[in-house]
C-alpha cells in the first residue's frame, strides 16, 4: 500500500461518474495509488465525492471495465487497483474489429510495425536468456504441432510474440504485442487452413535476431505476418453476408 492514503475533493459538475474515474486515474498517475491498492469502501467514496453510493457503483463499474480496476470477493473484498494488463485496449479494438469499424488489414499493418521494433530493439537489448525463452517457447509450439494437439485457439499461439516484447525490456511495446495479438488470435482461431510453416518461420526469425541482424528477422516475420493477413482477408470474403 503507498504510503500516502488518497485523498478525493467533491465533484460538482459534469456527469459525476466521469469526474470520479478522472479522479481515481489522477491519484494513479501521481503515485497515490499503486497497483494492488485496496479503494475506499464504497460508502467512504461516496462521502468524499460528494455524490450518491450509485455514481460511485457507476464509476466503479467503467473502471473496472476499462481494466484500471478489478473487484474482489471474501473477508479482503473490495475494489483493488489492478495490475497492468491489456485488456481495455484489447476489448476497445476487439470491438471495433466486430463493428467493422477497423479492418483486418490494419491490425496487421500495426501488428508488422509493433514486432519489428520489438525485434529491433530485442537484438540490442536480449540477453541470451531472452532468447533461450523464445527458443524454448518455439520448440514446446513444435511438439504441439508434431502430436496433432490444437494450437490455433490457445495462448500457445501468441507467447512467441510475448516473449519478443519481453526481449525488448519494455512493459508498453509488451502490453501493445499482448493486446493485438490476443485479437488476431481469435481470428485465426477461425481459419480452416492453418498457415502451415509457423515453427520454421519462428526459428528462422530466432536465429536472424540472434545473429542482431534485425532487418532481416523483422522481414522475414512481417512476411509471415503478410501471409497471414491474406488468409484472414479470404476467409472474410467468404463469409455470407447478411
Given amino acids: 500500500m503507498s504510503e500516502s492514503a488518497p485523498v478525493f475533493a467533491p465533484v460538482r459538475m459534469r456527469?459525476?461518474?466521469?469526474?470520479?474515474?478522472?479522479?481515481i486515474r489522477q491519484q494513479v498517475v501521481e503515485g497515490v495509488l499503486s497497483a494492488g491498492d485496496r479503494l475506499p469502501s464504497e460508502r467512504e467514496l461516496s462521502e468524499q465525492f460528494g455524490v450518491s453510493r450509485s455514481g460511485v457503483r457507476e464509476a466503479l463499474r467503467s473502471l473496472e471495465m476499462a481494466g484500471?480496476?478489478?473487484?474482489?470477493?471474501?473477508?479482503?473484498?473490495?475494489?483493488?487497483?489492478?495490475?497492468s494488463h491489456p485488456e481495455g485496449i484489447t476489448?476497445?479494438?476487439?470491438?471495433?474489429v466486430a463493428l467493422k469499424q477497423v479492418p483486418v488489414s490494419d491490425l496487421t499493418e500495426a501488428r508488422i510495425?509493433?514486432?519489428g521494433l520489438a525485434i529491433r530493439l530485442?537484438?540490442?537489448r536480449a540477453t541470451e536468456e531472452d532468447f533461450a525463452?523464445?527458443?524454448?517457447?518455439?520448440?514446446?509450439f513444435a511438439e504441439l504441432v508434431k502430436q496433432g494437439r490444437p494450437v490455433r485457439d490457445s495462448g500457445q499461439i501468441t507467447e512467441f510474440y510475448r516473449l519478443i516484447g519481453r526481449a525488448t525490456h519494455n512493459e508498453v511495446i509488451v502490453m501493445l504485442i499482448d493486446a493485438l495479438s490476443e485479437i488476431l488470435r481469435g481470428l485465426i482461431a477461425q481459419l480452416q487452413t492453418p498457415h502451415s510453416n509457423v515453427v520454421q518461420v519462428r526459428r528462422k526469425v530466432l536465429r536472424l535476431m540472434r545473429e542482431r541482424d534485425a532487418d532481416k528477422a523483422g522481414a522475414a516475420l512481417a512476411k509471415h505476418l503478410n501471409a497471414?493477413?491474406?488468409?484472414?482477408?479470404?476467409?472474410?470474403?467468404?463469409?455470407p453476408t447478411r
Fill in 91 to 96: 476489448q476497445a479494438v476487439r470491438d471495433m
Fill in 113 to 115: 510495425l509493433l514486432c
Fill in 122 to 124: 530485442a537484438c540490442e
Fill in 133 to 140: 525463452a523464445i527458443e524454448a517457447d518455439i520448440e514446446r
Fill in 15 to 23: 456527469r459525476a461518474f466521469e469526474a470520479i474515474c478522472d479522479q
Fill in 68 to 83: 484500471m480496476v478489478e473487484a474482489v470477493t471474501g473477508i479482503n473484498g473490495g475494489f483493488y487497483i489492478k495490475q
Fill in 228 to 239: 497471414l493477413n491474406a488468409l484472414l482477408l479470404e476467409m472474410e470474403r467468404k463469409k
